[in-house]
């Protein structure tokens, strides 16, 4: 039996991604007890980091080392990914050394090519299209605050980026109804908005989309990669700031999240982290908690494989 993959939130089942929500809340708790728990003793996991991070490295290193495994962090000048090696050689190699991969990349296709080679599950921490695991993270901290998402209604504001994209894909998954509002052409890509059918609303006017919302989320305007049209990007998505106006707009239990990080002052205002309906510093915690939740599926499926 081939490994399991995570490149995208599709990649699982809802009863699955359900399932690795209520693992990583157990899994928190016991955290929080702390109460030694070490599935993973003895395992190894490579982290690939073509984009530089914080969180996921922190995340991802942190959590493999609580469930009793270690972790390999590997940025672009410690390995020969795209400098003349096959993808294709790298995978083969590392996934007879490692246990599991996570890869942090720009193109998808980098990360569908690498787990088409792998023996060892290949876990997405980001690419240029999907955000699977911060998803995730974002899905446990609802469940934690509002119980089950089913049914409400999400806003995402701003940019039609990877983060919106996987909400289209967590849309079909968790069975949300979901209200983008962007600029015409920052639209998420288009075989996401085919997939979400009519679970998406594309708005223009923030306020639109906000109303009634049970969840509000964002993020920068120009990711990594894009600097240079950060001015740019700057005018055009002004009017689409979160602010705890705007958020007065939604559901009296609001809550908002942002993947982070944050620029204040842009994409929010310089005060809605510190409102009591943002749980972005929870969300960020969850990242560890979920990522555990899914290195402890995938590596146990593989193990029994």
Sequence with gaps: MSARHFLSLMDCTPAELHGLVRRAIELKDLRRQGVLYEPLKGRILGMIFEKASTRTRLSF????????GQAIFLSPRDTQLGRGEPLSDSAIVMSRMLDAVMIRTFAHSTLTEFAAYSSVP??????????????????QTFQEARGSIAGKTVAWIGDGNNMCNSYLEAAVQFDFQIRVACPAGFEPKSEFIALAGDRL???????EAVAGAHLVSTDVWASMGQEEEAQQRAELF??????????DQAAHDVIFLHCLPAHRGEEISHDLLDDPRSLAWDQAENRMHVQKALLEFLVMHAQQA
């Design 122 to 139: 290949v876990i997405n921490g980001l690419s240029d299209d999907l955000h699977p695991c911060q998803l995730m993270a974002d899905m």
């Design 61 to 68: 290193e942190a959590g493999m080392i609580q469930l009793g």
């Design 201 to 207: 609303q594309i708005v223009r006017d923030p306020r």
């Design 238 to 247: 002004r009017p689409y700031q979160v602010s705890r106006a705007l958020l």
